[in-house]
Nanobody, 115 residues
């Protein structure tokens, strides 16, 4: 069983930055693909980025446009999402997920960007 716990969310002004962290339990973390998603009120959950065990990444260019960067530290069983140049439309609950078919999910962390 794998548990994922997100942290780092909060309130930030437009143009600011935040770094989200997702700590994973379980010895097999390094082998999992990990990803970040978000869900804004009244909207469907949206894929942001993913990263394989070897560090290959994929970003949702349309929504983050180079502002967000995913990374991971396998030694710490942690995946990160660096978010720069935040906009009010980035306000959402951010979730990390992992495993095949995104089997594992965290509880989410709120990010609020004020204008």
């Amino acid at each position: 069983q794998v548990q994922l716990v997100e942290s780092g969310g909060g309130l930030v002004q437009a143009g600011g930055s935040l770094r989200l962290s997702c700590a994973a339990s379980g010895r097999t973390f390094p082998s999992y693909i990990m990803g970040w998603f978000r869900q804004a009120p009244g909207k469907q959950r949206e894929f942001i980025a993913s990263i394989t065990w070897s560090g290959d990444t994929q970003h949702n260019v349309d929504s983050v446009k180079g502002r967000f960067t995913i990374s991971r530290d396998n030694a710490k069983s942690t995946v990160y999402l660096q978010m720069n140049s935040l906009k009010p439309e980035d306000t959402a609950v951010y979730y990390c997920a992992g495993g095949n078919d995104w089997r594992y999910w965290g509880q989410g962390t709120q990010v609020t960007v004020s204008s």
